[in-house]
């Protein structure tokens, strides 16, 4: 019936067996973006949100996430991660901060749910911390920048 591989013959969703499959490394970088009144930005930049730390909570929160994908995203599998990082890039003329979360793995099956949950999450994060100054933020911009590793190879998203 498939040629989705979380479904079998009568269509019933079930997690992908990778028993078989080599361990190999695995990596994915995913990004997103928060947009916000010039204010926000201001505030988060300067470090003067009454929450604290925004920029280093959310990175906190996002590595966090990357760990428990799988508690979220139901047919994820568990996986041993290796290396997790959390980057910000503000953007000044747009009142924007970019998130890129890189995700490694020496593992079975890919990390590209793990990276896009850890960006998701860096970026919720920043909006519930600043959520009492600018209700209107907007986080955007959610995708797979690039992945490498296993049987579908690299992927690469072009500019």
Not at 43 to 58: F, H, Y
Not at 93 to 122: K, N
Not at 130 to 153: F, P, Q, V, W
């Amino acid at each position: 019936m498939s040629e989705f591989t979380h479904l079998d013959d009568q269509g019933r969703v079930r997690m992908v067996d990778v028993s078989e499959k080599e361990a190999s490394l695995r990596t994915a970088v995913a990004e997103a973006t928060v947009r916000m009144q010039p204010e926000t930005f201001r505030r988060i930049r300067g470090q003067t949100v009454s929450k604290g730390n925004v920029l280093e909570t959310a990175r906190i929160a996002g590595v966090l996430a990357a760990k428990k994908t799988a508690e979220l995203i139901p047919m994820c599998h568990p996986l041993r991660l290796t290396h997790v990082q959390i980057d910000f890039l503000p953007d000044e003329p747009a009142h924007a901060i970019g998130i890129r979360a890189e995700v490694r793995a020496f593992d079975r099956t890919g990390v590209e749910m793990e990276a896009l949950t850890a960006a998701a999450v860096a970026g919720l994060t920043i909006y519930d911390m600043c959520k009492a100054l600018d209700r209107a933020m907007e986080i955007t911009d959610l995708r797979l920048l690039e992945k490498s590793g296993g049987k579908s190879g690299t992927f690469r998203r072009r500019p």
